[in-house]
DNA sequence: ACTAATTTTTAGGTTTGCCTAAAAATAGAT
DNA sequence: ATCTATTTTTAGGCAAACCTAAAAATTAGT
């Protein structure tokens, strides 16, 4: 099995890799908020295993057992994401850092059941795609609210922006993942767009139509 | 906050401390699998956090502090045990390890909100009870299955014995935690006895009373 | 292309939690 | 009470995961 922290860098350069085709290791170090010293240990011990193919000065990436383990981590976390936020009433700012010890946890049993219980889910509370037990996810076409045409509609998948503030802000007018949402007017002078969703008409500022993303059929 | 290491020696101390005045270091090191050297080392931690008095030579016992810390491991352990039987169709014999990971989890109101979720479980599935969230639990009087009077009744709340093999043998004679069952008669040859439990009438070994305890008015 | 700036690695150190082996203290037997 | 056996502690080491500071490699500017 891996350490917590093995886990860790594993789920850093599966993010930090999507696209790249080597990972540095100062991004490493910059997601992880550790030196990039203890950064190359690390990737040398993750090459050890198999895990990850580091070229020293050049970067690394996860290998294909590498990835499997990621989709794991990431399985888990989304997972306790959807457990936390439908049956124990947390809020979506809420959810991270406990979905970040939850993740580490080693049962395949107690995934795979609470994947049961939740009724096997497909995205968690942000939108994202949760990966099933052999690691394969939904890719749908997600794309910027801002980007829909007029009279368009979507059903509100994500957000790319998940500092508390705007997870609030979203709260508190009642903007909700899996809403039907429809764009029907931008504001040429300030970007600002007039939406329907769940009925309602309200204005939203240039900067929130960026950060939600909208599922198009 | 406290390591995980730490943790577990505190639920050690705290499972040894029942009744004795102080806890030996070589009971301490039989309980968690490690040398006593290790066990030294760790109590003068645990003495420096103020978590556990330590006289060298003479053993440990938690101060009240780490009697608190304690009661809040346990009651994290039990919890998740009622969450996975419950809701995870998790059997008893499964439990234990997984609960083992999930009582670190650092996180006031995940506890207090899965608290809640399970409606303010009394009991864990073993019949032990669950301390509240300021660390107090319901000390009724548990006696053993073979002490009750012939005839006497009461109601199933826990088991000794946690083997694999002895809670599977509970599973198969449908004999459950929270069951009325009641001394019919004790063979006084082999000390099997014949109880009742649920309507149905079941002789049982010497062994199993033993390893039953019941609750009684 | 060559030097300067940046990135990355190496070398050596720290803390936590474990270990073995030896020394010290306690407990038990006669 | 003394000697032996057991328990406990000390001393010194090891691995994981981090760190700082210095050295080496790479990249970028002119």
Redesign the interface.
């Known amino acids: 099995m891996h350490s917590i922290s093995e886990e860790n860098y594993i789920k850093a350069i599966y993010h930090l890799q999507e696209g790249q085709a080597l990972v540095s290791t100062n991004d490493i170090a910059g997601r992880m908020k550790t030196k990039a010293s203890s950064v190359t240990d690390m990737l040398k011990k993750l090459a050890d295993k198999k895990l990850a193919e580091y070229i020293p000065y050049k970067g690394a990436r996860l290998t294909e057992n590498g990835v499997l383990c990621a989709n794991q981590i990431i399985r888990k976390h989304r997972l306790w994401e959807v457990f936390?936020v439908e049956?124990?009433?947390?809020s979506w700012d809420?959810v991270h850092?406990?979905a970040e010890?939850?993740e580490h946890?080693?049962?395949p049993?107690?995934t795979n059941?609470?994947d049961?219980?939740l009724n096997y889910p497909k995205h968690d509370p942000h939108g994202d795609p949760i990966p099933d037990s052999k690691g394969n996810y939904e890719k749908y076409t997600q794309v910027a609210l801002g980007d829909l045409e007029i009279g368009q509609q979507g059903v509100l998948t994500g957000v790319v922006n998940t500092s508390r503030d705007f997870l609030r802000y979203l709260d508190k007018h009642e903007i909700k993942l899996g809403a039907q949402i429809q764009l029907l007017e931008i504001e040429e002078f300030d970007g600002s767009c007039r939406v329907k969703s769940d009925g309602r008409e309200l204005y939203i500022s240039k900067q929130t139509v960026e950060s939600l993303f909208v599922k198009i059929k």
Do not use: A, M, P, T
Request: proline share 0%; hydrophobic share 45%.
């Open positions: 936390l049956k124990l009433d947390f809420e850092d406990v010890q939850l946890i080693q049962s049993k107690l059941e609470l049961k219980f």
